[in-house]
């Protein structure tokens, strides 16, 4: 890998617009909207406003498995947010979600809307208002949310460190690279050692931890994120965690969630939208295109 020139950094940062790789475009120093643009509601109390990468998948997943539990109450409408065009920069977004990020839910049901952010909140939220996937107290509802926080502070070392520099940094920094790497390495054999001994994350029990750690990790392992970055960490090695992951991925509201707001792979996955359970069978972008 070829090192940049050193850096020395200047006495006060400044921002220079273009910088920053692939995101540069979205990518600034400030917060708030750049757009007066309102978000469109559907007939769901629970309106999601998302794109399908591992965080927004945590989300979908999780109300396909409420409603495959029969919750009813869980119906919902996923609009989908493109943030390469900046759709989360437009104002409505900002009103749910003011750190303008994927994924929003806005909760409709009660007399005020109360608006959910932080994907590991709206995991929290969706599970203790439909008593479903969290461990109502002691040792087990401590194990459950251990494992969701753990995923919620390691995964930026994952997305923001070692998948910007390996797949999206402007130029391959190999200090960077190897900082990252080790890591990730350290995190999946965290995972591989807790799945030795438990079937689950937080125990013999699906909960809200798998919903969240598995759209990143689970499809680390599958050898699904940042181009080779498999072979690269060597995700082979971790069979407890492939273990898992292929338990979580052979359940149907999973396959379900997986395909809300996606908008890359193949179109018999691609969902955009959301807004009825027939969706599935009669809207992603295979049926489409083929006008049904």
């Given at each position: 890998?070829?090192?940049?020139?050193?850096?020395?950094?200047?006495?006060?940062?400044?921002?220079?617009?273009?910088?920053?790789?692939?995101?540069?475009?979205?990518?600034?120093?400030?917060?708030?909207?750049?757009?007066?643009?309102?978000?469109?509601?559907?007939?769901?109390?629970?309106?999601?406003?998302?794109?399908?990468?591992?965080?927004?998948?945590?989300?979908?997943?999780?109300?396909?498995?409420?409603?495959?539990?029969?919750?009813?109450?869980?119906?919902?409408?996923?609009?989908?947010?493109?943030?390469?065009?900046?759709?989360?920069?437009?104002?409505?977004?900002?009103?749910?979600?003011?750190?303008?990020?994927?994924?929003?839910?806005?909760?409709?049901?009660?007399?005020?809307?109360?608006?959910?952010?932080?994907?590991?909140?709206?995991?929290?939220?969706?599970?203790?208002?439909?008593?479903?996937?969290?461990?109502?107290?002691?040792?087990?509802?401590?194990?459950?949310?251990?494992?969701?926080?753990?995923?919620?502070?390691?995964?930026?070392?994952?997305?923001?460190?070692?998948?910007?520099?390996y797949a999206y940094a402007p130029s391959k920094i190999e200090y960077a690279i190897d900082r990252f790497a080790m890591e990730v390495k350290r995190q999946l054999d965290v995972l591989d050692r807790r799945l030795?001994?438990?079937?689950?994350?937080?125990?013999?029990?699906?909960?809200?931890?798998?919903?969240?750690?598995?759209?990143?990790?689970?499809?680390?392992?599958?050898?699904?994120?940042?181009?080779?970055?498999?072979?690269?960490?060597?995700?082979?090695?971790?069979?407890?965690?492939?273990?898992?992951?292929?338990?979580?991925?052979?359940?149907?509201?999973?396959?379900?969630?997986?395909?809300?707001?996606?908008?890359?792979?193949?179109?018999?996955?691609?969902?955009?939208?959301?807004?009825?359970?027939?969706?599935?069978?009669?809207?992603?972008?295979?049926?489409?295109?083929?006008?049904?």
């Amino acid at each position: 890998m070829t090192e940049p020139l050193e850096y020395t950094p200047p006495d006060v940062w400044t921002w220079k617009p273009g910088n920053g790789g692939r995101f540069a475009s979205i990518n600034r120093p400030i917060a708030g909207a750049t757009q007066e643009k309102e978000l469109p509601v559907g007939r769901h109390p629970l309106q999601l406003y998302s794109l399908a990468t591992p965080n927004g998948v945590k989300v979908t997943v999780m109300l396909e498995e409420l409603l495959a539990l029969g919750h009813a109450g869980a119906e919902y409408d996923a609009w989908l947010i493109r943030i390469s065009d900046g759709d989360q920069f437009g104002s409505g977004f900002v009103g749910v979600n003011p750190n303008s990020k994927i994924p929003a839910l806005l909760d409709r049901s009660g007399a005020q809307p109360v608006r959910v952010f932080e994907s590991g909140a709206i995991l929290v939220y969706l599970a203790e208002k439909f008593g479903a996937f969290l461990p109502k107290g002691g040792a087990a509802r401590a194990e459950c949310l251990s494992w969701l926080f753990w995923q919620m502070g390691s995964a930026p070392y994952l997305g923001g460190g070692f998948g910007h520099f390996y797949a999206y940094a402007p130029s391959k920094i190999e200090y960077a690279i190897d900082r990252f790497a080790m890591e990730v390495k350290r995190q999946l054999d965290v995972l591989d050692r807790r799945l030795a001994e438990s079937e689950y994350l937080a125990g013999p029990e699906y909960t809200v931890a798998d919903i969240a750690v598995w759209p990143w990790y689970g499809a680390l392992v599958k050898g699904l994120l940042y181009g080779e970055s498999g072979r690269f960490l060597q995700v082979q090695d971790y069979k407890n965690v492939l273990r898992w992951d292929e338990t979580i991925a052979a359940r149907v509201a999973v396959q379900r969630g997986q395909k809300v707001n996606r908008i890359s792979g193949p179109p018999s996955d691609q969902l955009h939208e959301r807004h009825d359970a027939g969706d599935f069978d009669t809207k992603t972008q295979d049926k489409v295109a083929a006008g049904h």
